[in-house]
């Protein structure tokens, strides 16, 4: 497709190479050539200088034989007005970053009114994303599909487990068709395990199970499941303030530490059920005088991924809390994963899935959709729903009849609220969700999963 992305920064960069990895055709706006020339210079991209909101801009960038438009600048209002200029020049389908609450409590009226094909929000689904990590206070990832009912749980292996030295065959004996590892992390290897698969402590796996089966599971393999009860928000952003709505809403008590004064006061009219500290989060002085030790949870979220590493550090050091890191901008995945800084959080992958899921819905034809879309363990992975809306190739077969190709697992089929965790017998039919684990990229229907 034909793909025209308005903003060379963070998110507008991640974008840019992920669609041109998936065989996009790229052209990047951007006010700066200095970004562009170093997106060109590594990335197979255009680039054209210039104001997205101008039309003449638009044009050069060849809008008019556009499939979609994407506006992620800085600005929300000048995303919108990119959007509409889209819109009315190229008649393409346009996607938006809306960051201001204001302007997310109206998103539906914008969205009608503009014309826009999506709204995201990297704020507010960061502190989605944090709030399930709250709710599951043993898991360093946590993903959901089909609306809540599934959960793609990334847990630790402890010492002293009783998975350690288990087979999957045995695995599957104890727990049954309740949870399903689909994926393994062990060291810097990672990998879609067979039956023959045999688990030891220390590696990361990420189970399929229910919310209801959750705490169970994490009581027989010997996993701390807890429920957090208080946490404390080191930094006053966005973030912190749709991560505290979610918190109180479940009735977590939440302190806010904030350096900006005027910030204290805003956030205090705007949660008052929050206790919101004036002070210096890298201060651990601040930081013990607040309870850190006696948190249950410290989630870092200051603008400077630096700072939030040290806190996140520091908590791991003084307190038995779970510690949540988010970082935008630092690329040391491989040293960052070797730190005691437990769950990590980054907006710009989060915003880049929610609009790859919604490309690989655009471009798909063979009667499904990608309904939900994650990318996992630094990319390497990615889950998949999908939607299967008519018969297809995969649809009436035996499962164990389908020719799947390498490195795909058929993790979960959901169908009028049963969840089946899938055996050879069963089958997909029209109307099912489908979760898909792979090692692949850039499947964008359900037909995708079998060799041609």
Same mark, same amino acid.
């Not at 292996?157 to 992390?185: A, D, E, K, T, Y």
């Not at 009219?269 to 309870?291: C, Q, R, S, W, Y």
């Not at 069963?426 to 229907?445: A, H, Q």
């Given at each position: ?300 979220? &200051? #603008? %400077?991924?630096?700072?939030? /590493?040290? +806190? ?6 003084? *307190?038995? @809390? ?72 995969? &649809? #009436? %077969?035996?499962?164990?009849? /389908?020719? +799947? ?6 993790? *979960?089929? @959901? ?38």
């Amino acid at each position: 497709m034909n793909i025209i992305i308005v903003g060379c920064g963070k998110v507008g960069y991640t974008l840019a190479k992920q669609l041109s990895e998936e065989d996009h055709d790229i052209t990047v706006i951007d006010t700066d050539s200095e970004k562009l020339q170093n997106a060109v210079n590594v990335l197979d991209i255009q680039a054209v200088q210039g104001n997205g909101t101008s039309y003449k801009i638009q044009m050069e960038a060849d809008v008019e034989n556009a499939d979609l438009l994407i506006a992620v600048t800085g600005k929300d209002e000048i995303n919108l007005l990119c959007c509409l200029i889209a819109k009315k020049a190229g008649n393409c389908q346009t996607i938006a970053r809306v960051r201001d609450p204001h302007y997310f409590a109206e998103i539906n009226f914008i969205k009608e009114e503009l014309g826009l094909s999506m709204a995201i929000n990297p704020e507010r689904t960061a502190a989605f994303e944090i709030a399930r990590l709250i709710h599951f206070p043993s898991a360093i990832e946590v993903d959901t599909f089909n609306k809540g009912r599934i959960n793609l749980i990334s847990v630790t292996i402890p010492g002293g487990s009783v998975l350690n030295g288990m087979s999957l065959i045995n695995f599957s004996q104890m727990f049954g068709g309740n949870v399903l590892v689909c994926i393994v992390r062990r060291g810097d290897e990672v990998m879609i395990p067979s039956g023959q698969f045999v688990l030891m402590e220390g590696d990361t796996i990420s189970c399929i199970l229910r919310l209801r089966d959750s705490y169970s599971f994490f009581h027989k393999v010997g996993i701390n499941s807890s429920p957090i009860k208080n946490v404390i928000i080191c930094g006053g952003g966005t973030i912190a303030y749709y991560l505290t709505q979610e918190l109180i809403r479940a009735r977590v008590s939440v302190k806010i530490i904030e350096s900006d004064n005027d910030r204290c006061e805003q956030l205090s009219e705007m949660l008052p059920e929050a206790l919101v500290i004036h002070g210096d989060a890298t201060n651990k002085g601040v930081l013990l005088e607040e309870g850190i030790k006696q948190a249950d949870a410290v989630v870092s979220i &200051t #603008n %400077i991924d630096e700072e939030n /590493l040290l +806190l996140s550090l520091y908590t791991h050091h003084v *307190s038995k @809390a779970k510690p949540i890191t988010k970082i935008n901008k630092i690329d040391f995945e491989e040293v960052i994963n070797e730190l005691p800084v437990g769950s990590i959080v980054c907006p710009k992958e989060i915003t880049s899935e929610y609009i790859l899921k919604y490309v690989r819905s655009m471009q798909n034809s063979f009667g499904s959709n990608v309904e939900t879309l994650y990318r996992l363990v630094g990319g390497r992975v990615e889950a998949l729903e999908f939607i299967v809306k008519d018969e297809s190739d995969v &649809t #009436n %077969i035996p499962l164990s009849d /389908l020719k +799947l190709k390498h490195n795909i697992l058929l993790a *979960s089929i @959901a169908r009028k609220g049963k969840i089946i965790t899938p055996s050879g017998k069963d089958v997909i039919l029209p109307g099912d969700s489908v979760v898909v684990v792979t090692t692949l990229k850039g499947l964008s229907g359900i037909n995708d999963i079998l060799e041609v």
